[in-house]
């Protein structure tokens, strides 16, 4: 069976720091698929990153990184010099390529105080 | 481009009352098609899933349904609400299983 957790339920920070999100998976699966979505007040879910099992490189996006390590089952994701907008919360999710869904983390809710 | 649409956004039911949600897809053909449901507390679970019209697949056991009566239609049914059925409910599709999802704007269920 699949598992995802995040194990921070609530962060909040003053605008401007950095913070990282931290998610941790488990799946028998040898090829599969993280997924890091963010759900403002709003309720919609916004797609950020996937990430493939077999491509261990770190990814950049503006503010936005990701740090996906296979050896500790971990995809992390960080925010640089956060915003006000930033605040949301984010959901880390695992696929293991099969049509049978996502398997999410509880997630995270992210305070960006100004 | 693809578009996903929801409806209703906010809906009051009361308990014993039957339910429809509605999820269509555009910009695509022969989606997977998804319902989430998200309960106070933030985690989402999956509840149903199809891979082709008339083709459910039921993840949780309980008292709703789904059905998809065209390529592009995702319909979640209930006969009689519970209170427990409360909560958002989200729609999603992804073109396979290694893609992303792309999520619906979501329905506020609120059963009284």
């Known amino acids: 069976a699949q598992k995802v957790t995040q194990a921070q339920t609530e962060i909040s920070v003053v605008e401007k720091e950095d913070v990282t999100l931290d998610c941790v998976y488990e799946?028998?699966?040898?090829?599969?698929?993280l997924f890091w979505y963010k759900q403002p007040p709003s309720g919609e879910l916004v797609f950020l990153i996937r990430r493939n099992s077999f491509d261990e490189q770190n990814e950049i996006s503006g503010r936005y990184s990701w740090n996906f390590q296979k050896s500790t089952s971990s995809f992390n994701f960080t925010i640089t010099a956060s915003q006000v907008v930033d605040s949301a919360v984010y959901f880390c999710a695992l696929s293991g390529g099969g049509a049978d869904g996502l398997t999410f983390g509880k997630g995270t809710h992210l305070i960006i105080q100004p | 481009s693809q578009t996903i649409h929801q409806w209703p956004a906010t809906l009051v039911q009361p308990v014993g009352s039957p339910l429809s949600l509605e999820c269509t897809v555009e910009?695509?053909?022969?989606?997977?098609l998804y319902w989430y449901r998200q309960a106070a507390g933030r985690g989402l679970q999956l509840l149903f899933y199809?891979?082709?019209?008339?083709?459910i697949s039921s993840e949780v056991p309980q008292n709703l349904s789904a059905s998809r009566p065209q390529d592009r239609q995702f319909i979640l049914s209930s006969k009689k609400l519970l209170l427990s059925d409360s909560g958002f409910y989200l729609c999603?599709?992804?073109?396979?299983?290694?893609?992303?999802?792309?999520f619906g704007q979501g329905t506020r269920l609120t059963v009284v």
């Open positions: 799946t028998r699966d040898t090829t599969y698929y």
């Open positions: 999603a599709w992804t073109e396979n299983g290694n893609t992303e999802a792309f």
């Open positions: 199809s891979v082709g019209i008339g083709q």
């Open positions: 910009g695509t053909s022969n989606p997977n």
